[in-house]
């Protein structure tokens, strides 16, 4: 019949020929094949790198015991859940997580997803709408910024961590709901919000806070619980103004997220959200691994210690090593290190320089940060060890030497 070959005069021609424009910008990525070795090594399309390029903040991702616990949750309830949590995927290793999560991070009650994207998406939309109005920091998460999209209610972009700005837009609002939405670890940048100040606005304008803990999770706070733990607004000083979303898939090593706070909004979030309601439910033996991943997460201290001691040694060291450089450490204390190089072509010519010397760390672009501000997004993890991390200095410093003279 028609020959499908041929598509002259189609929109779909236009595709060999987009994608060339994605080259020449610079903007075209590639996959790495990888394979995991030891401490922070990966194998990547054959090749030996110390990765810098992990989330798996705590070292837990290859953990033995957690391993161990996937495989019995396996052999315990099989690999695949069967179906959606609302018909028969609510297994009774998922029930057990919720409650352990919200345990974990001293707040009412939880809600388990298979992933941090699809629990954003999901449930913003299911908290407003049309009508509505959301207020979302420039800066964050794309999956927080879709699911505002999603909802269709009015959406406000306020300048990074610009309290100010925030306090005008809510105070000229005149939606009846308003939600405002915030990464509580920047992605891109590993700052911190000021989630007292976040919620001191909502309380002022009867607004709900949405605040996406993917990097905090594990990391910060007493035993690693969180960003609200962190600034002692859970348990009792936990706040019903306050929705707390973190994924499972960084510092507690597995995949998945939850999203926690009070009873009422919990519900309504397991009545309402599209993502959760119509899609199947994650495997028990994720949820079997995440046990375990949480006693040690709260257990191990030493892990965070380490942690602390990685990243003040990276500071430290490309302080030194930079200056007179054009190259800019951002100001983060988490484990996410941001080095601000500039145009694309220079970020990719560093990570380049970096591979040469067999250290991996990725050069993020447009559009995943402004334009002008392609950096190197260099992520510690428990599985570094202090040479490891002078290995990468060093290595900076040395390609820094041309950009400084
Ligand atoms: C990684 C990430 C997500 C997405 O979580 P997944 O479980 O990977 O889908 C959401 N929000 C932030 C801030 C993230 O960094």
């Known amino acids: 019949m028609a020959n499908t070959a041929s598509l002259t005069g189609s929109w779909l021609d236009e595709f060999p020929a987009r994608l060339s424009e994605l080259d020449q910008a610079h903007l075209r990525r ?9 401490g922070a090594y990966l194998c990547v399309n054959g090749q030996r790198l110390l990765a810098f390029c992990s989330n798996d903040y705590l070292g837990l991702a290859n953990h033995p015991a957690l391993v161990q616990a996937a495989c019995d949750g396996a052999r315990a309830y099989g690999v695949g859940s069967g179906g959606s949590p609302l018909v028969s995927g609510h297994s009774s290793a998922n029930d057990a997580l919720e409650h352990a999560l919200a345990r974990f991070v001293i707040l009412p009650r939880a809600l388990y997803f298979y992933a941090g994207y699809a ?8 908290l407003v709408s049309k009508g509505d109005a959301i207020f979302s920091d420039a800066l964050n998460h794309a999956c927080l910024i879709d699911g505002a999209r999603l909802s269709g209610a009015q959406i406000h972009r306020y300048a990074h961590a610009d309290m100010a700005a925030l306090e005008q837009q809510l105070a000229s609002s005149p939606a009846p709901r308003k939600l405002v939405l915030s990464d509580a670890v920047f992605s891109m940048e590993g700052d911190v919000a000021d989630v007292p100040a976040l919620l001191a606005l909502c309380e002022r304008h009867d607004a709900l806070l949405l605040l996406d803990d993917a990097h905090g999770f594990g990391v910060l706070g007493p035993q690693g619980r969180g960003c609200l733990a962190h600034f002692n607004l859970s348990g009792q000083n936990a706040s019903p103004r306050v929705l707390y979303m973190a994924t499972l898939g960084k510092a507690a090593g597995v995949a998945g997220a939850f999203v926690a706070g009070s009873e009422a909004l919990v519900e309504w979030l397991l ?10 439910a994650a495997p028990a033996l994720l949820a079997s691994a995440l046990q375990i991943s949480l006693q040690l997460i709260e257990q191990d201290e030493w892990r965070r210690e380490h942690l602390q001691r990685l990243i003040a040694r990276l500071r ?4 030194q090593g930079l200056q007179g450089s054009s190259w800019q450490l951002g100001v983060s204390p988490t484990a996410i290190q941001p ?3 500039g145009p694309n072509d220079a970020a990719l010519g560093v990570m380049q320089g970096l591979r040469e010397r067999g250290l991996w760390v990725p050069a993020i672009r447009p559009p995943t940060v402004a334009e002008g501000t392609a950096r ?11 040479a490891d991390i002078d290995r990468l ?10 950009a400084a003279a």
């Open 316 to 319: 430290t060291g490309l302080n």
């Open 119 to 126: 629990t954003n998406i999901g449930i913003v939309p299911a």
């Open 30 to 38: 590639q996959r790495q094949v990888v394979e995991p070795e030891d």
């Open 271 to 280: 009545q309402k959200t599209r993502s959760y309601i119509f899609a199947t």
């Open 339 to 341: 080095l601000l190089i």
């Open 376 to 386: 190197l997004r260099i992520a510690l993890s428990v599985a570094h060890t202090e």
């Open 393 to 402: 200095v060093q290595a900076l410093t040395a390609l820094a030497k041309p």
